[in-house]
Nanobody, 124 residues
Framework: QVQLVESGGGSVQAGGSLRLSCAAS????????MGWFRQAPGKEREGVAA????????YYVDSVKGRFTISQDNAKNTLYLQMNSLKPEDTAMYYC?????????????????WGQGTQVTVSS
């Protein structure tokens, strides 16, 4: 069982930055996918960014390309999401996830474990 705990969310003005962290309870270097998803009220959960840990390769949804950066520190069992130039449409609950099977890391179905989420609110 892998436990994931997100932190770093908060309220910022448009144009600001936040860095989300996801601490894992155990080693995640064997995971195939490590990713960040978000869900806004009334909307479906969407993949924001992911790492194919055996690649290495990354995925970003088009709306965050050039603004968000995903990274992983295996020594600390921690996943990060650096978010710059934040926009009001980035407002959502952000979830960290780990997937141990081979799959498309942009999809929810690729993930076995999820954190509880951290709220990001961007005001205009």
């Amino acid at each position: 069982q892998v436990q994931l705990v997100e932190s770093g969310g908060g309220s910022v003005q448009a144009g600001g930055s936040l860095r989300l962290s996801c601490a894992a309870s155990t080693y995640t270097y064997s995971a195939y996918c490590m990713g960040w998803f978000r869900q806004a009220p009334g909307k479906e959960r969407e993949g924001v960014a992911a790492i194919y840990t055996r690649g290495p390769s990354t995925y970003y949804v088009d709306s965050v390309k050039g603004r968000f950066t995903i990274s992983q520190d295996n020594a600390k069992n921690t996943l990060y999401l650096q978010m710059n130039s934040l926009k009001p449409e980035d407002t959502a609950m952000y979830y960290c996830a780990a997937g141990y099977g081979v799959g498309d890391c942009s999809l929810i179905s690729a993930y076995n474990y999820w954190g509880q989420g951290t709220q990001v609110t961007v005001s205009s």
